[in-house]
């Protein structure tokens, strides 16, 4: 089957059962979306489907025909990082960092449909991205910044 | 010696370094090696006896290498910001080496917040060293005295001719080797221009583009891609298994070696359908603990009568001269560390020379645990970890290096594995689960008679009170344990703390005295004393509280880190509780990089939460019962309180290491602020699972 992902069209031959976050990684060698639970339940897997933020682990290949697929790589356009990207770089949020594609763009995806969320509100749509490292208020606080940012 | 091996021969420097400057530091004063200029001596320094080295290239170019790995504290930021400080040299100038065991010195570790402490200043004196050397070679070169010669941005500058000579012209086609243990004269902290103040993750961009290649994103050619046979739980033995139809797969190789059994396919999924098609059947150990008699189990199942303690005086005796006696038994579950990538490793053999490249807190640890495994001298082995998802202590061992490199050798092609978050979850190691006796006694006036501490099972650090005792036994007696135990960020200081600071407070309770008076009272060490006191000052300690509000603070000192804790609890009437807000103070001597050090502390508390509230592994008949991050509940967004971080920089002492003494507050924090607001005093860690009072 075809899978748009960042805007090309990728023949895959893979079952269509197989997760995305699989195809991404081990046949489109897009490394930057990232496993963590195999579940749906910590979010470091997100991608952005029709710019929805989905958990690419426990999405079936098969279900995304004609759907734009957009990962991390494909959120910096002609060298020039997405203001989400930017704002992380700013605050300096991360430790380890391997959580940081999934809440880019989960984050990305919150001030798409909010430009301009309450704490609360970052909290809520964030809740399903883990941050083991305990950086949450860091990313809380750059979430702030590319929301005031991109106004 | 044991295996004496050459590391700093002038081939392998030559072959490392082509040439220029490179100044090494040597943990043992070693005459012998001082000074040693390669064209006229044999320069060999033992491999075992240097800590890290510096080379300045002919490009200008610093490369630092130190057996350190990044796992997220960004010491990787904060080692270059120490050299460049020394070297009065651009931040960006500085490349880092790190846990590469062919290319960098020996190191036991990343652990026990050593590196700031140790390698820091190993780094600094090196690099100090290194500025010296440079100052001579421009002197040198100008036919003058060093006396009119200083160091900025790289070059060296001659204070009336104003000439300037950069680094790499000084080292152009030099090969010098200076050695240095100690007495360099280093910056002080106050004089620190780089060091000291807050730089940025030098290479975020790589993890904010999802660049940087973690060890489960790496991929080489050829490379395989496998799974293992895991048993359906503990100490299960194989009775009988049928590989056939796994065999018989296209493209995928079986490998077994005795109860070892793993697959390599050439991709992924394939591999993982390999391994569902091996039909094994195994004899399962039902009688094993479960997490309900735990303690119990802990308690009656000692490996030895006394472990590690300490005595003073005469316990009974005081506690008879008491005007109030407390006892309480604490209980801490076995936590996992749940580090965000999963142990991966990718193995490839050539040439009978190993390489592998994993996610370990001890690169040369997991070479010796392959030579051992494979009979191979160390030598034939390079161990290589780029930075990592994470680890927290939980990331000691080699499990996925050695499944790798067995699959690997079967294959004859590079293999790759990756563990499944419930292998994560079921095949690494816990924080020790531990059950922890304290009695004490105290007079009226606040003055503690006696103190009496056992800790069977969960370990000694942190265990020692650090409050005035005249009479006073602590002990740690090991036990058997059912899971497999190990490493946890502070160690067992996190469950020790919390019994120390949840007994201070009760005894402070016990006798009507303000629970922070009672520890200024029998404290002696100045630099706790100010951190309570600051921690105090920040959450507003004697300001009052709204009905239902409860305030709680605990504090230690622990690896260099000087911490306090104060909290404030909402309980509801129907026994919800609610974490409104956390304020620490934290102070470890003079800071290297104040915002990456108010992240550690920050993340400490946070991940300090989920083992205070509610994080605990439920196991049964050796199965893991919540082996999945849909069970085993971790903090999220919404589980973080407003949070203060206060820290003190103090630019008199030495820096120390910051990523452990952060977590160990918050817990017994809460616990007394819950005790305060409704009257009751929690002794089990996690506190509040459901997030209420029963």
């Given at each position: 089957m075809v899978l748009s992902v960042n805007g090309i069209k990728h023949e895959v031959s893979a079952d269509p059962n197989v997760a995305l976050l699989t195809v991404l990684r081990n046949d489109l060698d897009l490394t930057g979306s990232k496993y963590g639970c195999g579940v749906g339940a910590c979010g470091a897997c997100t991608v952005l489907i029709n710019g929805n933020p989905t958990r690419s682990c426990i999405t079936r290949i098969d279900s995304l025909a004609g759907k734009e697929i957009t990962t991390i790589e494909g959120l910096e356009k002609n060298g020039r990082l997405h203001p989400v990207q930017e704002a992380f770089l700013t605050i300096d949020a991360f430790q380890c960092s391997y959580c940081a594609p999934g809440m880019i763009l989960s984050a990305a995806a919150l001030l798409n449909t909010n430009p301009s969320p309450s704490e609360d509100a970052i909290a809520k749509a964030m809740n399903g991205n883990v941050c083991r490292c305990g950086t949450y208020p860091y990313i809380v606080k750059a979430i702030k910044l590319a929301s005031k940012s991109s106004k | 010696m044991e295996n004496p091996s050459f590391i700093l021969t002038r081939r392998k420097f030559l072959k490392l370094t082509g040439g220029g400057l490179v100044v090494a530091f040597v943990l043992k004063d070693l005459l012998s090696f001082a000074d040693e200029t390669l064209p006229s001596g044999p320069a060999a320094i033992p491999t075992g006896e240097v800590g890290a080295w510096i080379h300045i290239g002919e490009d200008g170019l610093i490369s630092v290498y130190t057996g350190k790995v990044e796992f997220g504290q960004n010491i990787r930021t904060s080692l270059s910001q120490i050299v460049a400080e020394e070297l009065k040299a651009p931040l960006s100038s500085i490349k880092m080496v790190m846990g590469d065991t062919d290319l960098v010195p020996y190191d036991a570790g990343t652990f026990g917040s050593r590196t700031t402490p140790q390698m820091g200043t190993q780094l600094r004196k090196a690099a100090a060293t290194a500025r010296q050397a440079l100052i001579e070679m421009a002197a040198k070169s100008w036919n003058t005295t060093t006396a009119c010669l200083s160091v900025e941005n790289g070059m060296v500058v001659h204070c009336e001719t104003h000439q300037t000579i950069g680094y790499g012209a000084l080292t152009k086609g030099q090969q010098i080797l200076r050695t240095i243990s100690d007495n360099v004269p280093v910056i002080p902290a106050k004089d620190w221009k780089v060091a000291g103040k807050t730089a940025p993750k030098v290479d975020g961009r790589s993890f904010i583009t999802g660049k940087h290649a973690y060890v489960s994103d790496m991929k080489v050619p050829d490379m395989l891609y496998g799974k293992v046979l895991r048993a359906?739980?503990?100490?299960?033995?194989?009775v009988a298994v049928d590989l056939a139809k796994a065999k018989g797969m296209s493209g995928v190789t079986v490998v077994r070696d005795e109860d070892f059994i793993g697959v390599v396919a050439p991709d992924v999924v394939t591999a993982g359908k390999a391994l569902q098609l091996i039909d094994a059947q195994w004899q399962e150990e039902k009688d094993q603990p479960a997490t309900a008699d735990i303690f119990d189990y802990l308690v009656k199942n000692t490996t030895r009568e006394e472990g590690a303690g300490d005595k003073n005086g005469d316990v009974e005796a005081g506690l008879a001269g008491a005007d109030f006696r407390h006892s309480q038994t604490y209980h801490v579950n076995y936590i996992a560390h749940v580090p965000l990538e999963t142990r991966a490793a990718l193995a490839g053999w050539s040439d009978g020379k190993l390489t592998v490249w994993t996610g370990t807190q001890r690169p040369f640890g997991v070479q010796e645990e392959l030579a051992r495994v494979f009979k191979l001298n160390k030598e034939k082995i390079r161990v290589i970890v780029p930075d990592t998802g994470s680890g927290y202590g939980g990331k000691h061992s080699g499990e996925a290096a050695i499944e790798a490199a067995r699959l690997a050798k079967a294959a004859g092609k590079p293999v790759k594995i990756v563990w499944t978050r419930e292998e994560e979850f079921t095949w690494a190691y816990f924080r020790p689960a531990g059950v922890i006796e304290v009695a004490a006694g105290v007079k009226k006036d606040g003055t503690i008679t006696s103190w009496k501490f056992t800790n069977y099972?969960?370990?000694?650090?942190?265990?020692?009170?650090?409050y005035k005792t005249v009479n006073k036994q602590v002990t740690h007696i090991p036990s058997k344990t059912p899971l497999r135990q190990g490493s946890y960020r502070a160690l067992a200081a996190t469950g020790n703390v919390f019994a120390r600071e949840s007994h201070m407070t009760d005894l402070a309770r016990g006798i009507k005295m303000d629970s922070l008076a009672f520890r200024l009272k029998n404290l002696e060490d100045d630099r706790f004393k100010a951190v309570l006191q600051a921690a105090a000052r920040a959450f507003g300690w004697d300001k009052p509280k709204a009905p239902g509000h409860g305030y709680g603070i605990a504090g230690a000192f622990e690896k260099g880190g000087h911490i306090a804790t104060c909290a404030e609890v909402l309980v509801n009437e129907d026994k919800e509780v609610k974490i409104l807000r956390i304020t620490q103070a934290f102070e470890c001597g003079a800071i290297v990089n104040p915002h990456h050090l108010e992240n550690q502390i920050m993340g400490a508390i946070i991940q300090g939460l989920g083992g205070a509230l509610f994080e605990k592994i439920d196991f049964a008949a050796g199965k893991i019962l919540n082996a999945s991050l849909a069970a085993y509940r971790v903090p999220r967004f919404g589980d973080v309180p407003k949070i203060e971080v206060v820290l003190i920089d103090r630019k008199d002492l030495p820096s120390a290491g910051a990523g452990e003494a952060g977590i160990v507050g918050v817990a017994p924090a809460v616990r007394n602020a819950i005790l305060d607001a409704s009257g009751t005093g929690i002794a089990t860690l996690p506190m509040i699972p459901n997030g209420t009072l029963r």
């Amino acid at each position: 089957m075809v899978l748009s992902v960042n805007g090309i069209k990728h023949e895959v031959s893979a079952d269509p059962n197989v997760a995305l976050l699989t195809v991404l990684r081990n046949d489109l060698d897009l490394t930057g979306s990232k496993y963590g639970c195999g579940v749906g339940a910590c979010g470091a897997c997100t991608v952005l489907i029709n710019g929805n933020p989905t958990r690419s682990c426990i999405t079936r290949i098969d279900s995304l025909a004609g759907k734009e697929i957009t990962t991390i790589e494909g959120l910096e356009k002609n060298g020039r990082l997405h203001p989400v990207q930017e704002a992380f770089l700013t605050i300096d949020a991360f430790q380890c960092s391997y959580c940081a594609p999934g809440m880019i763009l989960s984050a990305a995806a919150l001030l798409n449909t909010n430009p301009s969320p309450s704490e609360d509100a970052i909290a809520k749509a964030m809740n399903g991205n883990v941050c083991r490292c305990g950086t949450y208020p860091y990313i809380v606080k750059a979430i702030k910044l590319a929301s005031k940012s991109s106004k | 010696m044991e295996n004496p091996s050459f590391i700093l021969t002038r081939r392998k420097f030559l072959k490392l370094t082509g040439g220029g400057l490179v100044v090494a530091f040597v943990l043992k004063d070693l005459l012998s090696f001082a000074d040693e200029t390669l064209p006229s001596g044999p320069a060999a320094i033992p491999t075992g006896e240097v800590g890290a080295w510096i080379h300045i290239g002919e490009d200008g170019l610093i490369s630092v290498y130190t057996g350190k790995v990044e796992f997220g504290q960004n010491i990787r930021t904060s080692l270059s910001q120490i050299v460049a400080e020394e070297l009065k040299a651009p931040l960006s100038s500085i490349k880092m080496v790190m846990g590469d065991t062919d290319l960098v010195p020996y190191d036991a570790g990343t652990f026990g917040s050593r590196t700031t402490p140790q390698m820091g200043t190993q780094l600094r004196k090196a690099a100090a060293t290194a500025r010296q050397a440079l100052i001579e070679m421009a002197a040198k070169s100008w036919n003058t005295t060093t006396a009119c010669l200083s160091v900025e941005n790289g070059m060296v500058v001659h204070c009336e001719t104003h000439q300037t000579i950069g680094y790499g012209a000084l080292t152009k086609g030099q090969q010098i080797l200076r050695t240095i243990s100690d007495n360099v004269p280093v910056i002080p902290a106050k004089d620190w221009k780089v060091a000291g103040k807050t730089a940025p993750k030098v290479d975020g961009r790589s993890f904010i583009t999802g660049k940087h290649a973690y060890v489960s994103d790496m991929k080489v050619p050829d490379m395989l891609y496998g799974k293992v046979l895991r048993a359906p739980s503990y100490n299960a033995k194989l009775v009988a298994v049928d590989l056939a139809k796994a065999k018989g797969m296209s493209g995928v190789t079986v490998v077994r070696d005795e109860d070892f059994i793993g697959v390599v396919a050439p991709d992924v999924v394939t591999a993982g359908k390999a391994l569902q098609l091996i039909d094994a059947q195994w004899q399962e150990e039902k009688d094993q603990p479960a997490t309900a008699d735990i303690f119990d189990y802990l308690v009656k199942n000692t490996t030895r009568e006394e472990g590690a303690g300490d005595k003073n005086g005469d316990v009974e005796a005081g506690l008879a001269g008491a005007d109030f006696r407390h006892s309480q038994t604490y209980h801490v579950n076995y936590i996992a560390h749940v580090p965000l990538e999963t142990r991966a490793a990718l193995a490839g053999w050539s040439d009978g020379k190993l390489t592998v490249w994993t996610g370990t807190q001890r690169p040369f640890g997991v070479q010796e645990e392959l030579a051992r495994v494979f009979k191979l001298n160390k030598e034939k082995i390079r161990v290589i970890v780029p930075d990592t998802g994470s680890g927290y202590g939980g990331k000691h061992s080699g499990e996925a290096a050695i499944e790798a490199a067995r699959l690997a050798k079967a294959a004859g092609k590079p293999v790759k594995i990756v563990w499944t978050r419930e292998e994560e979850f079921t095949w690494a190691y816990f924080r020790p689960a531990g059950v922890i006796e304290v009695a004490a006694g105290v007079k009226k006036d606040g003055t503690i008679t006696s103190w009496k501490f056992t800790n069977y099972n969960s370990g000694s650090p942190g265990m020692d009170t650090q409050y005035k005792t005249v009479n006073k036994q602590v002990t740690h007696i090991p036990s058997k344990t059912p899971l497999r135990q190990g490493s946890y960020r502070a160690l067992a200081a996190t469950g020790n703390v919390f019994a120390r600071e949840s007994h201070m407070t009760d005894l402070a309770r016990g006798i009507k005295m303000d629970s922070l008076a009672f520890r200024l009272k029998n404290l002696e060490d100045d630099r706790f004393k100010a951190v309570l006191q600051a921690a105090a000052r920040a959450f507003g300690w004697d300001k009052p509280k709204a009905p239902g509000h409860g305030y709680g603070i605990a504090g230690a000192f622990e690896k260099g880190g000087h911490i306090a804790t104060c909290a404030e609890v909402l309980v509801n009437e129907d026994k919800e509780v609610k974490i409104l807000r956390i304020t620490q103070a934290f102070e470890c001597g003079a800071i290297v990089n104040p915002h990456h050090l108010e992240n550690q502390i920050m993340g400490a508390i946070i991940q300090g939460l989920g083992g205070a509230l509610f994080e605990k592994i439920d196991f049964a008949a050796g199965k893991i019962l919540n082996a999945s991050l849909a069970a085993y509940r971790v903090p999220r967004f919404g589980d973080v309180p407003k949070i203060e971080v206060v820290l003190i920089d103090r630019k008199d002492l030495p820096s120390a290491g910051a990523g452990e003494a952060g977590i160990v507050g918050v817990a017994p924090a809460v616990r007394n602020a819950i005790l305060d607001a409704s009257g009751t005093g929690i002794a089990t860690l996690p506190m509040i699972p459901n997030g209420t009072l029963r």
